[in-house]
């Protein structure tokens, strides 16, 4: 591939419509080291994962909205405004072109194969009544993350087979273990690494791996400490593990096998999580608040799950790993259960609701990034935000307004900029440039944009 493809591809010269998709996904892969579904995609995007093949399809605003606007009537979306059309908004152009450059900004998180996971969770697997020291822990495996014993054998086969991931709804647990356990590490090790010397602690502060990825990296992210010291470190890092997963994950396992009828000590060694009974208002009385079960009605906490936690709805079902059909054959089956995996995720969530930032990395506030903005860039307007950001002008104010939640447009960019610039990663210029870029290629002229936010003719 020639360098003025390779160009054209991580730096588009024509303004972002749904074909720039199909290389971003390419890129994501790669960076991630795994495949990405449509719903990583969707969540990217902000869109309902089954309007994502449209989106595929879509031209950029500029050619759809700007033709709207230019025509009168006529045309084959007669009776509909322009922003119902069809097309890559500017905020979601903003965004393609920044993570075609920095596909590791995506907040995707790298998943563990079935075999890594068990290596790493292991030594806090229960050990079944009667079991001889030392016997095997393979076959408790699947029981933790909503599965029957019998799948631990499908999941850890030596055959290769198992090194595939398995459902998203137990990948998604598996997301959570690997998020929490990477969360203490690297907390821990910021710790040591404050007594140890300045300059190991700022280097490691900027570290950006999460979850899975930065439990890979263990040996190279230590390898600075003394035998001593690791050990003294490991030590401590186990505990906390163990009383992590003890404490918390293994309790909400424990609740959500008396929700379901099931003996907890049976549930955590051989699964058969499945029950299909009906639960009628009545026999919600036989449980407590912590072992009520997750029905598929509109009481219960799976339907009140997105908005207790103010996400969108394409945030929602990727959090929970589901697709829509999913969310919807739930719902019709309100007197009944929903699936273990995503159940057991769920109560988990509410129960310590701050571990959403595991999936979803909170946009913050408005006001929090113009000023951020504004101290690297004294000149910057309160109206420029929104234009910054893919939008209006008027739109910067809402943004900026404490007392209304972050702007549907703005979301996935926000988190984006928290997050890196807590890092202290240039993101302000990053996304800047991204915005010219997209300028550019609509041939509108970025002194007038800045002074009017236009992002159609």
């Keep these: 591939m020639s360098m003025s493809s390779q160009n054209e591809l991580t730096h588009p010269g024509k303004p972002i419509s749904g074909t720039n998709l199909l290389y971003?996904?390419?890129?994501?892969?790669?960076?991630?080291?795994?495949?990405?579904?449509?719903l990583d995609l969707a969540m990217l995007m902000n869109v309902p994962v089954n309007r994502l093949s449209q989106l595929k399809r879509?031209?950029?605003?500029?050619?759809?909205?700007?033709?709207?606007?230019?025509?009168?009537?006529?045309?084959?979306?007669?009776?509909?405004?322009?922003e119902e059309l069809p097309s890559l908004r500017p905020s979601?152009?903003?965004?393609?072109?920044?993570?075609?450059?920095?596909?590791?900004?995506?907040?995707?998180?790298?998943?563990?194969?079935?075999?890594?996971?068990?290596?790493?969770?292991?030594?806090?697997?229960?050990?079944?009544?009667?079991?001889?020291?030392?016997?095997?822990?393979?076959?408790?495996?699947?029981?933790?993350?909503?599965?029957?014993?019998?799948?631990?054998?499908?999941?850890?086969?030596?055959?290769?087979?198992?090194?595939?991931?398995?459902?998203?709804?137990?990948?998604?647990?598996q997301m959570l273990v690997a998020g929490k356990f990477g969360q203490l590490f690297k907390k821990l090790l910021l710790q040591y690494a404050e007594r140890t010397g300045a300059e190991t602690h700022a280097e490691l502060e900027k570290l950006e791996s999460s979850g899975w990825a930065v439990l890979r990296e263990q040996d190279s992210l230590t390898s600075w400490m003394s035998d001593e010291t690791y050990q003294a470190f490991a030590g401590e890092l186990y505990g906390l593990w163990n009383d992590w997963f003890q404490g918390a994950y293994l309790r909400v396992l424990t609740d959500e096998a008396v929700s379901r009828d099931l003996v907890p000590e049976q549930a955590l060694v051989k699964g058969n999580w499945v029950n299909t009974q009906s639960v009628s208002g009545s026999d919600l009385q036989n449980y407590?608040?912590?072992?009520?079960?997750?029905?598929?009605?509109?009481?219960?906490?799976?339907?009140?799950?997105?908005?207790s936690f103010e996400l969108t709805s394409a945030e929602a079902y990727w959090t929970?790993?589901?697709?829509?059909?999913?969310?919807?054959?739930?719902?019709?089956?309100?007197?009944?259960?929903?699936?273990?995996?995503?159940?057991?995720?769920?109560?988990?969530?509410?129960?310590?609701?701050?571990?959403?930032?595991?999936?979803?990395?909170?946009?913050?506030?408005?006001?929090?990034?113009?000023?951020?903005?504004?101290?690297?860039?004294?000149?910057?307007?309160?109206?420029?935000?929104?234009?910054?950001?893919?939008?209006?002008?008027?739109?910067?104010?809402?943004?900026?307004?404490?007392?209304?939640?972050?702007?549907?447009?703005?979301?996935?960019?926000?988190?984006?900029?928290?997050?890196r610039s807590a890092m202290g990663e240039p993101i302000y210029q990053q996304i800047r440039g991204c915005v010219e870029a997209e300028l550019r290629a609509r041939g509108l002229d970025a002194v007038q944009f800045w002074k009017d936010g236009r992002w159609h003719r």
């Design 24 to 38: 971003l996904k390419v890129m994501l892969e790669s960076a991630l080291g795994g495949e990405v579904k449509d």
């Design 58 to 82: 879509a031209k950029s605003s500029i050619d759809v909205i700007g033709n709207v606007l230019s025509t009168s009537g006529g045309n084959d979306h007669e009776g509909e405004s322009p």
């Design 92 to 173: 979601q152009a903003i965004l393609v072109r920044l993570l075609l450059k920095y596909p590791h900004y995506s907040q995707l998180m790298r998943r563990p194969t079935n075999p890594e996971m068990f290596d790493v969770i292991a030594p806090f697997i229960p050990t079944p009544r009667g079991a001889k020291k030392g016997a095997s822990k393979r076959s408790g495996f699947a029981p933790l993350f909503g599965r029957s014993s019998i799948s631990s054998y499908k999941m850890l086969s030596e055959d290769g087979s198992g090194a595939v991931n398995s459902s998203v709804p137990v990948t998604r647990l």
């Design 288 to 307: 407590t608040r912590d072992t009520r079960p997750i029905l598929g009605n509109s009481e219960s906490l799976f339907a009140l799950f997105r908005e």
């Design 320 to 419: 929970l790993g589901i697709q829509v059909k999913a969310f919807y054959r739930f719902r019709q089956r309100a007197d009944q259960r929903i699936d273990a995996p995503t159940s057991i995720l769920i109560r988990y969530l509410f129960r310590y609701p701050q571990d959403i930032e595991l999936f979803i990395n909170s946009p913050g506030k408005g006001s929090d990034i113009l000023g951020a903005i504004q101290r690297e860039d004294p000149g910057f307007r309160l109206s420029q935000l929104g234009p910054l950001f893919g939008a209006s002008r008027v739109m910067s104010y809402g943004f900026a307004n404490d007392d209304l939640p972050c702007p549907f447009f703005a979301r996935r960019l926000a988190g984006i900029f928290r997050e």
